[in-house]
């Protein structure tokens, strides 16, 4: 057995295991310590990934060579694309999964990669080699004792970080349910100076769907759709760019049921037993996710609000309940869900529950998720105050990638804000701190036209493929498809046609007018109403053209060809600005500048950069309380020296 290691990962959740796999995948020895080597990856709340922005973040991970996208695919029970009805901008793919096997799938991950070690054990501490006389990480200790000495350390502990789950009045020590938490890492980091909070999350009660009233429902499908012949069409309804990657298991429903007045007046007239509300829990909760409770509390005037009801899998009657996470005593939980009549008999498998747990202040982390004041440690996952999965996972593959990197002796790679989601989660965490769980949406990127989900394999598979993450199978993907599209959106530029008589009606119909003369096929596809489905059965040329492309790709090619075409102008302008707000990136600011020292900066500017220390004039423009006078005082110095 080894006992000296390039990294090691501290906690197999879904930041974890890709931490993990990157760093191994880059060539260094990897230990990867979990309490439990069965519930790697654990979907600990709802069993779905991805989302609004959230789906943006597993396409990047995906085309960055990361695991998240193949294993949602392998295990998704339904597939939707999230705000098709607005531009693709904000597009955003979700898939409901199925819980054993996303488990199944990520542990055989772990399993078949070479330089990756798995050991079942907690750790207790942090070991530092006290030779050079500074606080660098060398190792650590589990409860049983061992030490194990490495390079680099990953932790992302998740919840587990003195975890405290609230059942009503009830309060039981865990990281999750059935789960103890880990004790002695969060006082040994405060006492080194980490500033450590609380934070809080929660998740609903799990029932027996053999006990809903399927009569009493609304049937919410995903986007798959049925063939002639009988078999469903979901090839391109996936997450990972790669051909390869098939969906294989059987789709399932999702069902939308909704509070009544009845359900709230139960839930109001026992919110004195509400951990939330009885001053039990002093954490701050998710403002974007909110418990049952919060959301009776403060949209008050509402007698209702939507539950959905998602499988747990393919095998099991286990339902989860969308919309109704509560730390209530359960009997409360039970007899509210019941006035719902769909649940009129639910049955419980186990009751919602609310956490609270420790996380550490992100502003005292470089880009790169190393810590400012413990060298050699990263941190990834809620223990740097985010929620969700997904932002999870993107900051473990970037830990992984990095300490993987400093080993090897490499530069950190550091993603732009206009480069991916994941630079502007990264770039928030690491500026802006947290007063809250942290939740990526798409309002949060500036450059939103330039982060959409069709193309975050052309952002960003290239650099995958030059760091050694993406293989050469992935990037040769990459390049035929945007090849494939390139020739399309030519073709469609340079291709004229003399509308028929069908088409000119089929215009009438649209609102778009009559054509006269030849037109270009690319004008008519900026027009709102058309797109290539709809033209296809108009221009025969059109459909030719189309159907010369890979069946398996077709879709995905053609969709990505019509972004291109009828958004143009957008990408380009705000390409343009991007590159613009690109320059202050490039300016450093030296790492040992005193701000205190200059007082013609505000004062609340001085605290601000001292406290942060940004690395660039780009990230200290974004530190809030820090003007605009301020970076010009900071532009004037440095231009000067």
């Known amino acids: 057995m080894k006992f000296e290691y390039d990294v090691i990962v501290v906690g197999a959740g879904h930041a974890g295991c890709e931490a993990a796999v990157a760093s191994a995948r880059l060539g260094c020895s990897t230990l990867l310590i979990t309490a439990d080597m069965n519930r790697v990856a654990q979907m600990s709340c709802n069993p779905a990934v991805g989302g609004i922005a959230k789906g ?20 998704a029970i339904q597939f939707r694309m999230l705000n098709r009805s607005k531009g693709p901008a904000v597009w955003s793919p979700r898939v409901q999964s199925d819980r054993t096997r996303f488990i199944d799938e990520w542990r055989k991950t772990l399993d078949e990669t070479e330089n990756l070690y798995l050991f079942q054990d907690m750790v207790v501490a942090l070991l530092f080699d006290d030779e050079d006389g500074d606080d660098r990480v060398s190792g650590v200790e589990t409860a049983l004792g061992i030490k194990f000495k490495a390079k680099k350390v990953v932790l992302t502990a998740g919840t587990f970080l003195n975890g405290l789950m609230h059942f009503g ?5 865990g990281g999750r349910i059935s789960e103890s938490s ?61 051909p390869s990657v098939k969906r294989c298991l059987p789709p399932r429903d999702c069902y939308i049921v909704h509070t009544s007045p009845d359900v709230h007046k139960i839930l109001n007239d026992n919110l004195a037993d509400s951990p939330l509300y009885n001053g039990q829990i002093k954490s701050i909760g998710p403002r974007y996710c909110p418990s049952i409770e919060t959301k009776i509390v403060t949209f008050a005037d509402k007698e209702s609000h939507q539950l959905f009801l998602e499988p747990e899998g393919v095998m099991t009657h286990e339902f989860y309940i969308n919309g109704f996470s509560s730390s209530l005593p359960w009997q409360v939980q039970m007899e509210a869900l019941s006035q719902i009549p769909a649940l009129r008999d639910v049955q419980f498998y186990r009751p919602g529950y609310a956490i609270e747990y420790d996380f550490f202040d992100p502003t005292q982390l470089r880009h790169s998720l190393e810590s400012k004041i413990v060298g050699n440690l990263y941190l990834a996952g809620q223990v740097n105050g985010t929620t969700g999965y997904e932002e999870a996972a993107a ?27 994941i630079g502007v989660l990264i770039d928030d965490l690491v500026t802006k701190g947290v007063d809250e769980p942290y939740r990526m949406f798409t309002s949060r990127a500036e450059f939103r036209i330039l982060l ?5 394999d052309l952002r960003l598979t290239p650099l995958g493929y030059e760091i050694g993450l993406a293989d050469n199978y992935r990037y040769q993907a990459m390049k035929s498809k945007y090849a494939e599209r390139d020739s399309l959106v030519e073709w469609c530029e340079n291709t004229s046609v003399r509308p028929t008589e069908p088409l000119q009606l089929f215009l009438e119909e649209c609102g778009t007018g009559r054509l006269s003369g030849r037109v270009k096929i690319a004008e008519l596809l900026r027009r709102p109403q058309l797109n290539f489905e709809n033209l296809s059965s108009y221009i025969s040329a059109l459909n030719d053209r189309c159907s010369e492309i890979e069946e398996s790709r077709r879709e995905e090619i053609v969709e990505s060809a019509e972004i291109l075409i009828k958004y143009q102008g957008y990408i380009n302008r705000e390409r343009e600005s991007a590159d613009r707000m690109s320059r202050l990136e490039k300016v450093r600011i030296p790492e040992g500048m005193n701000f205190d020292e ?4 505000s004062t609340e500017g001085r605290q601000k950069l001292s406290r942060i220390r940004p690395e660039t004039i780009g990230q200290a423009s974004r530190i809030p309380g820090v003007s605009p006078s301020d970076i010009n005082v900071l532009l004037v110095m440095l231009r000067g020296k």
């Open 452 to 456: 959409r989900q069709d193309d975050a």
């Open 56 to 75: 943006q973040i597993v396409r990047e991970i995906d085309a960055l060579g990361g695991m998240m996208g193949i294993i949602s695919d392998l295990t």
């Open 598 to 601: 200059i007082l013609a900066i």
């Open 182 to 242: 880990s004790r002695g890492l969060s006082d040994q980091l405060r006492s080194m100076g980490l500033n450590v909070g609380r934070m809080k999350t929660g998740t609903p009660a799990r029932i027996d769907g053999s006990s809903i009233d399927y009569d009493q429902v609304t049937v919410q499908s995903g986007d798959d759709c049925r063939l002639p012949d009988g078999s469903i069409k979901r090839d391109f309804h996936k997450f990972s760019y790669l």
């Open 395 to 421: 900051q473990g593959l970037m830990a992984g990638v990095n300490a993987a990197r400093s080993v090897k002796g490499f530069d950190p790679v550091i993603l732009g804000r206009d480069q991916a989601y």
């Open 169 to 173: 009045r009830t309060q039981i020590e």
